[in-house]
């Protein structure tokens, strides 16, 4: 497996890259509902302030990672990964986290930061009101349906906040940051 920079001219990759964050993300958020959504997604991880990667095996896509740069430099957002899903839970995504971890310290961040919703009840937050005290709620955080916060706090992220109703009612985003730098 290879990990490189996702090239705006590389319109088959593009294409698979689409259909990846389609298939890893259906039933989990109508953020990209259909390849032409997710092709927009793509294309808007080739701005200057970001890093597009991709993990590949040959011609074929594994997985993509997405950077954005913030706070000056200081910060990066993980935003978003997505692995085939026939080959989750091989390494692919933890290898793009750790890449793209090393890209953005390399360009100065000290802190590596995501949002992980749950739109889709996965987690103790989804479906109730988190206030007045979301960070209480957040502290008793269960899994409970492969909610990706475990995959991330593997690759060594921690509970950082959470936004209630972030995606409407009872949808929370849940906030988590590394120390890269």
Same mark, same amino acid.
């Given at each position: 497996?290879?990990?490189?920079?996702?090239?705006?001219?590389?319109?088959?990759?593009?294409?698979?890259?689409? #259909?990846?964050?389609?298939?890893?993300?259906?039933?989990?958020?109508? +953020?990209?509902?259909?390849?032409?959504? +997710?092709?927009?997604?793509?294309?808007?991880?080739?701005?200057?302030?970001?890093?597009?990667?991709?993990?590949?095996?040959? #011609?074929?896509?594994?997985?993509?990672?997405?950077? @954005?740069?913030?706070?000056?430099?200081?910060?990066?957002? *993980?935003?978003? $990964?997505?692995?085939?899903?026939?080959?989750?839970?091989?390494?692919?995504?933890? +290898?793009?986290?750790?890449?793209?971890?090393? #890209?953005?310290?390399?360009?100065?961040?000290?802190?590596?930061? $995501?949002?992980?919703?749950?739109?889709?009840?996965?987690?103790? *937050?989804?479906?109730?009101?988190?206030?007045?005290?979301?960070?209480?709620?957040?502290?008793? @955080?269960?899994?409970?349906?492969?909610?990706?916060?475990?995959?991330?706090?593997?690759?060594?992220?921690?509970?950082?906040?959470?936004?209630?109703?972030?995606?409407?009612?009872?949808?929370?985003? @849940? *906030?988590?940051?590394?120390?890269?730098?």
């Amino acid at each position: 497996m290879e990990i490189t920079d996702l090239r705006p001219r590389d319109e088959a990759a593009i294409a698979q890259v689409a #259909e990846i964050v389609v298939e890893a993300f259906r039933g989990h958020t109508p +953020a990209w509902p259909d390849p032409a959504a +997710a092709v927009r997604e793509v294309r808007e991880s080739f701005a200057a302030d970001r890093l597009s990667r991709v993990a590949s095996e040959g #011609e074929r896509v594994l997985g993509w990672i997405g950077g @954005i740069r913030q706070y000056d430099g200081n910060v990066w957002e *993980l935003h978003p $990964l997505a692995v085939e899903p026939a080959r989750q839970r091989e390494g692919i995504g933890g +290898a793009l986290v750790a890449d793209l971890e090393r #890209e953005a310290a390399r360009r100065g961040a000290q802190t590596l930061w $995501l949002g992980t919703d749950d739109e889709d009840g996965r987690t103790s *937050l989804s479906d109730v009101d988190l206030y007045p005290d979301p960070l209480a709620k957040l502290a008793r @955080i269960e899994n409970r349906g492969g909610h990706p916060y475990a995959f991330y706090l593997a690759c060594g992220f921690v509970l950082a906040g959470v936004v209630p109703d972030a995606n409407g009612p009872g949808k929370p985003d @849940i *906030l988590m940051a590394k120390r890269i730098g």
